[in-house]
């Protein structure tokens, strides 16, 4: 495994200490991990919705109204349910 030093204000080393003495984190070590993958997460998941809209965008305009579109939804969930 790596390692990685950093510097931190003296607010920031306060507030991963309270983190740490909570009890929800054994160190800070384990603290930083968690917030590091919490982040990659989060970047997934910013990029899954992305390529959702580069999708819609891609598919071009619509014919339908918004009036329309959701009649139809809920026709389907009728259909399904």
Do not use: P, W
Request: with cysteine; glycine share 6%; net charge negative.
């Amino acid at each position: 495994m790596a390692k990685l030093s950093i510097r931190l204000t003296d607010k920031m080393k306060q507030f991963v200490d309270d983190q740490t003495q909570g009890g929800q984190f054994a160190n800070e070590e384990a603290y930083i991990q968690d917030l590091i993958s919490q982040d990659q997460e989060r970047q997934r998941e910013v990029a899954r919705i992305q390529a959702i809209v580069d999708e819609g965008i891609a598919s071009g305009e619509c014919d339908e109204s918004m009036q329309d579109i959701l009649r139809s939804l809920k026709h389907r969930r009728g259909r399904t349910a």
